[in-house]
């Protein structure tokens, strides 16, 4: 069955449908990893988006039980070179397509992505809509460009918890804000012991505060930074008050509580070997990254120094407090998908638990 991509720049590309039927917008946008469509897909993080695959052969190693970060797909629409229908592995228990219909999203397969992603990196990401339904080239590009773009959409609100749930621990009690967390954040943390207490991203400080976190962990999430005005407020009134860390859209929000800015990068970072320097030993570190604005270095407070930067355009990807216990990365040392090397990171995160304990 044929199927269409349609950009706001009025670009129009013809493949095959694969997974469900239907019509779908969102922010079209390039991910570079080579493997790891399964977490991506379910990445909370990618809400809103419809995710061009630069690999050009997916689904071959099918989809498992195991590496899901979400209990759902959340892009919404996957854009493929080639679509692999026969999958081997030992863990696979269905196929891409079958994944994807289950979860109603549709996929489109026989599309040259390297021509899509150059054309994503010259315009930046835009707006796009994927159709079985509409096969007219004028409607679809028209529907394009009267979709919202990210930042008017709220899609926290889609994907977070409603209510607060403990995953029990030994160790010390870590507050998890939920803007959209992955499984793989909270595994991290479960591995060193900690008791989670997961809550959305609407609780006030008070609340967070009566739950006596001895650490509070600010997750990645979808959509626009400066949309959560709220949970800005409610990060600027923890700082100093409990131990605090920011992964991704975290990061961004503990930035904007500070007083910093963030902005939209042109086609954003997606990927999985993605280089960043610690500026503080010289040590360059290989990650997993899933973010389409970043915090503007020329903004920040005197009070926060930037501790990592991209050696691929020289962003901002992590940030510290000179005299909180503060800290944030924008790249994801959880990976999922993705190296692990900066899973120490969480180590870090404990240890200013420690570091705070009785203060
Ligand atoms: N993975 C994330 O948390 C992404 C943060 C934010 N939505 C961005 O695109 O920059």
């Given at each position: ?14 493949g095959r449908?694969f ?12 991910a570079t990893a080579m493997t790891g469509y399964q977490?991506v ?11 061009v695959l630069t690999y050009p052969l997916a689904g071959n190693y099918g ?15 996957l854009v493929v070179r080639e679509y692999c229908p026969t999958p081997s592995n030992?863990?696979s228990?269905?196929t891409l397509a ?9 996929g489109?397969e026989g599309v040259d992505t390297r ?245």
């Open positions: 069955m044929r199927a269409l991509l349609a950009l706001e720049d009025g670009t129009v590309f013809s449908a997974g469900a039927r239907g019509e779908v917008w969102g922010e079209v946008v390039f977490e897909l379910t990445d909370p993080s990618y809400c809103g988006q419809i995710v989809i498992n039980l195991e590496d899901n970060e979400a209990g759902r797909v959340w892009v919404r629409g030992w863990r228990t269905c079958e994944f994807l219909q289950t979860h109603g999203v549709p489109i021509a899509l992603t150059r054309r994503l990196r010259e315009h930046g990401s835009m707006r796009g809509v994927i159709s079985t339904e509409d096969l007219d080239p004028e409607s679809l590009v028209a529907k394009a460009r009267l979709a919202p773009s990210l930042s008017e959409e709220d899609l926290v609100s889609e994907v977070v918890t409603r209510s607060a749930y403990t995953i029990p621990g030994e160790g010390p009690r870590v507050v998890v804000v939920d803007f959209g967390v992955k499984q793989s954040i909270l595994r991290q943390l479960r591995e060193r012991g900690c008791e989670l207490v997961v809550v959305p991203p609407t609780s006030s400080a008070q609340e967070i505060l009566a739950l006596a976190p001895q650490g509070v962990l600010l997750s990645n999430g979808p959509g626009d930074p400066s949309r959560l005005t709220g949970a800005r407020d409610t990060v600027k009134a923890l700082l100093g008050r409990v131990p605090l860390m920011g992964i991704c859209l975290g990061h961004q929000v503990a930035a904007l509580s500070l007083g910093a800015r963030t902005f939209k990068l042109k086609f954003g970072h997606h990927g999985i070997n993605h280089p960043v320097k610690d500026l503080a030993t010289g040590r360059v570190f290989i990650t997993s990254h899933n973010h389409g604005f970043a915090v503007d270095p020329a903004s920040l407070p005197p009070e926060l120094e930037v501790s990592y930067i991209s050696l691929n355009d020289g962003t901002v990807e992590g940030l510290r407090h000179k005299f909180l216990p503060f800290f944030s990365v924008q790249f994801h040392p959880e990976g999922g998908p993705g190296p692990q090397d900066a899973a120490f990171i969480f180590d870090r995160f404990l240890e200013l638990l420690q570091e705070n304990v009785g203060r």
